[in-house]
């Protein structure tokens, strides 16, 4: 439990090096700083390899081309509670804060997105949905992550049908909207 814990709190400290550097960080990237925070803390020093596996796996995808290898039964556990909290109705609109922090555009339709995720900057909002989110509920490590993951999926691709719709009909329909709106 004391792993998951300090793994949880931890396992976004490289945000805070982000927004210091204005620079796309990876969790590993500051390992060093975990373990200072680690310390600080009073974690104790058994647990801090076990907190740095849990936060790696954490930024490991099978869709992005990684491998998970045997991560311990904590690591799995962090990776899919991290992965659920990306996914669903909470999950989506952290994604659009997110994007709108890093002033991505919501959509530009012409763009391909890609089929093997990249981590960093998306080149839109719902690009990041194609690209990652969507693909989550298939990476799950454990039994109670997929269950969760189902209705959770359902929302995300609820949203994305429904936005597609959407964007279509008001691109469609943009000259005749002008026409009724203006006088004749």
Avoid at 20 to 25: D, P, Y
Wanted: aromatic share 6%; proline share 4%.
């Amino acid at each position: 439990m004391q792993t998951v814990v300090a793994a949880a709190y931890l396992h976004d400290y490289h945000r805070v090096v982000e927004r210091q550097t204005s620079t796309w960080v990876r969790p590993t990237e500051v390992r060093d700083l975990t373990v200072e925070v680690m310390r600080r803390a009073g974690v104790p020093a058994e647990l801090e390899n076990p907190v740095l596996e849990c936060i790696a796996a954490t930024g490991k995808h099978t869709f992005a081309g990684d491998t998970h290898g045997a991560p311990s039964i904590e690591a799995r556990i962090l990776r899919d509670a991290d992965a659920l909290d990306a996914i669903g109705a909470l999950g989506i609109a952290r994604a659009l804060m997110f994007g709108g922090v890093l002033r991505e555009p919501l959509w530009l339709p012409d763009e391909e997105v890609d089929e093997i995720y990249k981590p960093g900057t998306a080149s839109s909002v719902i690009h990041h949905f194609h690209e990652k989110l969507i693909k989550l509920a298939d990476d799950m490590l454990t039994d109670t992550g997929r269950a969760i993951a189902v209705d959770r999926h359902t929302v995300l691709r609820t949203f994305l049908d429904q936005f597609t719709a959407e964007w279509a009909f008001s691109q469609g329909h943009s000259e005749v909207d002008a026409e009724v709106d203006s006088p004749s």
